[in-house]
């Protein structure tokens, strides 16, 4: 698959049937769920996109653009529910082909007007009765296990939204990464949390059994992150470096990564350059265009993607400096960076 096939996929959408997908939550993503070529891809739902799926292939107009496209099948465990009768799909969702994923708090500090990030939805799947607002360990450890057993899911991945103790809610993560560990011990995991106030938190974290952490700054521009996140921009940029290194020394070399959004008005360059010091830190940095989702302030304000163009140099420029580095999302072993279906590095060889 081009690179430039896949980002304009990830920017116009698809038309087709998905059996899996979501419209609202945590992170920069609404997405309809398939594979392109064997690879998750995370793309929009649109009637309106030139891109369609028809017998499994992937077509622009009429031209079959020779890349294999098959939806992800409705997973078996979402058919489950628990003794007290939530519905498994309530605890956690299937994301692309094999990734098991939730949010084990619904609610965030930072979820005031003035205060959320603009990108983000995260409580307003609470509010339409999608899910729940607190995962408890054993939840996760039942859903985990049906779904490793009915549908083959090979990694987790856990964020939280943040929380106003010290740990920004990373015991609590800690507390049901142990369950799933001990249910399913070979499941990987990646956990996802804003810097903790308190570092050992993080090793908490890897004792519990995490595989991967993320750390998700978004941009490394104070200027974009005031204006894009203006709550979490009061977390200075120094202690986001402060819990890179720290997780680097706790997890490993490329057991840490990062969102960078394209698409913010960052200049191009200086996210370039921005990456580059997190690849030199050991932490991945995951680039991802930012695409308005269902009842984000950025989808009520009008905002739009970036243009492919911008998404395609961005992701080859940075792939390149991966690859250099011997650095790959795979060896993440869990998490948004392994999977990969959000953006376009693995297509550019990252």
């Known amino acids: 698959m081009r690179l430039t096939d896949r980002v304009e996929v990830a920017l116009a959408g698809v038309r087709m049937d998905a059996p899996v997908q979501r419209s609202q939550g945590a992170g920069p993503s609404d997405d309809g769920h398939l594979a392109l070529d064997g690879l998750s891809a995370a793309v929009p739902i649109n009637a309106a996109s030139p891109y369609a799926v028809v017998d499994g292939r992937l077509r622009k107009g009429q031209i079959d653009l020779g890349i ?8 078996k465990f979402y058919d489950l529910a628990t003794a007290d009768g939530i519905p498994y799909r309530k605890i956690a969702l299937l994301h692309g082909k094999d990734v098991l994923a939730t949010t084990v708090v619904q609610t965030c ?5 003035d205060q959320r990030c603009r990108f983000c939805s ?3 799947s609470l509010r339409a009765g999608a899910t729940i ?9 039942e859903v985990a296990e049906a779904a490793v057993r009915l549908d083959g899911v090979r990694q987790m991945v856990m964020t939280t939204g943040t929380t106003a103790g010290r740990d920004r809610g990373g015991r609590h993560l800690a507390r049901c990464v142990r369950a799933v560990h001990d249910t399913v011990p070979s499941l990987p995991v990646q956990v996802q949390i804003e810097p903790p106030a308190d570092l050992s938190v993080i090793k908490e974290l890897r004792v519990a059994g995490a595989t991967a952490i993320g750390i998700h700054v978004e941009s490394m521009d104070d200027r974009v992150r005031q204006r894009w996140l203006p709550g979490k921009s009061t977390v200075p940029l120094a202690e986001y470096e402060r819990a890179w290194d720290e997780a680097v020394r706790v997890f490993g070399w490329n057991r840490v990564s990062t969102y960078l959004l394209i698409g913010l008005g960052e200049n191009p360059d200086d996210l370039v350059r921005a990456a580059g010091t997190l690849i030199d830190r050991g932490v991945y940095p995951f680039v991802v265009p ?3 989702m269902a009842a984000t302030l950025a989808r009520r304000d009008g905002t739009v993607a970036p243009a492919a163009s911008l998404v395609a140099d961005v992701t080859a420029r940075v792939a390149e400096l991966l690859r250099a580095a011997g650095m790959a999302g795979a060896g993440q072993g869990a998490g948004c ?10 297509v550019a060889g990252g």
């Open 133 to 141: 607002a607190v995962k408890a360990p054993a939840q996760l450890a």
């Open 109 to 113: 500090i930072r979820y005031a007007e």
């Open 337 to 346: 960076a392994a999977c990969g279906g959000c953006g376009a590095l693995q």
């Open 290 to 292: 930012m695409r308005p």
């Open 122 to 124: 995260i409580e307003e």
């Open 68 to 75: 294999e496209a098959l939806p992800t099948a409705r997973p």
